[in-house]
């Protein structure tokens, strides 16, 4: 059955297969997905409302006329008659309230942009991750395809020969439950490749019907010399999470002036027009209004402002200690990672290779026995998926390095 699905998936890729390097992703992810378009809009929609705060508050216009008089008339107004009151006033904010106002719509956009910068750092480790652990389980799914082949092959020959030799029988029973057990791990395996297929269509926008094959490059990596303080200082000024903690911080600042001034009265300014309802006729007037603020000045809002400040600067405080433990961290686990890979694996996976071929003519030779033949079998495998394991370990110290920093310190 595994063998057959094998089939199908190779003819199926050599028809829509995707073969794609990480950089290819890099540039379809910024292209395509969909998560970043609508943060886009988001940013956009903050922008336009710095443009509407810089706007000044329209002017206002009332009038009053008579509507009914003596002479049972509406809205008369021939031969003089008729009162006509007409009235245009502006207010005119003070206490710096429409800068400060701009400065608050300001402070959204950063904290937007920063917001879609941290969803892009998210969905860019995700990307990473995937990449890396999808181009590793396809190279897990060549060891049981390799192993299968060659447990297949021989308990054919088994097989076939403990119907002449019943002493085969034991043998041919083993292995028959040996080659189930790899069967098992294998559709395992194609299990999680196909939950990462699924993953990685959704964050490239590629066709459903699309397999997609990264190309990476297996082996070890030279590890980079990197010092921590400085990665503490990169990340502080790259993380959009923390940046963005600092700039919810300074609105949180920006708010408290903003309501300190808004316990200063405004101004109304206009000018009134009255017809005949006024010591003299057709008067012009002046008008100047603004609250009295003997009740409300505004006290609820700057003190609760003021306790919004100590809440952000305490979480702002700590985001900066989890940045510093986090980088410690994933910087030891990258030399710790990178430090295990330091020595070439390449001639180790040959001559092992070899040694399989050479164990499994020696076991149809009758050299050796079931018993070693099979410890071998075990141990080829769950050695080859510890290198591969180790190889995708790095990879995702790497990956987890860059995103605690916020940048890219080591180039997968």
Known sequence: MIIALSLCNTGFAQTDTLKISFKQAEKTFLDNNLSLIAQKYNISAAQAL??????WDNPTLATDQNLYDNTHSFFNHSNGNGEV??????????????????????????IQQAQFSDLMRNLHYN????????ANLNEQAKVYHYEISAGTTLVGKIEHAYKTDKTKYK????????????????????????????????????????????VVQNGSYAQVKLNVMDLIEKAKNN?????????????????????????????TIGV?????????????????????????????????????????????????????????????????????????????NEQYDQLFESLLNDYQSGKIGLVDFVDFF??????????LQQQYNLQKAIADLNFTVGTSVVNL
């Open 171 to 214: 043998d041919f029973v083993r292995l028959k439950a040996l080659l189930f057990g790899l069967e098992n791990d294998m559709v395992d395996n194609s299990r999680q490749i196909n939950a990462l297929e699924t993953e990685l269509k959704v964050l490239l926008q590629t066709k459903s019907t699309a397999f997609i094959l990264p």
């Open 85 to 110: 009151y007409a009235v245009i006033s502006q207010i005119i904010k003070t206490a710096g309230k429409r800068g400060l106002n701009v400065q608050l719509a300001k402070d959204g956009v950063m």
């Open 378 to 387: 075990d141990s080829y495998k769950d050695t080859k998926l510890k290198l």
């Open 50 to 55: 710095v443009q509407q705060a810089k706007l």
């Open 127 to 134: 990307l990473q991750l995937d990449f890396a652990q999808l």
């Open 239 to 267: 993380r959009a999470d923390y940046l963005s903690a600092r700039y919810v911080l300074a609105n949180a600042q920006h708010n408290l002036k903003y309501q300190k001034a808004l316990a200063i009265p405004d101004v």
């Open 272 to 348: 009134d027009y009255d017809k005949v309802n006024s010591y003299a006729p057709n008067y012009f007037g002046l008008q100047v209004g603004f609250a009295l603020p003997f009740f409300n000045r505004n006290q609820g809002n700057i003190r609760s402002a003021v306790y919004d400040i100590q809440s952000k600067e305490n979480t702002f405080k700590e985001n900066g200690l989890r940045l510093e433990n986090a980088i410690v961290a994933t910087l030891e686990q990258y030399r710790v990672s990178a430090e295990l890979l330091a020595t070439k694996h390449e001639d180790f």
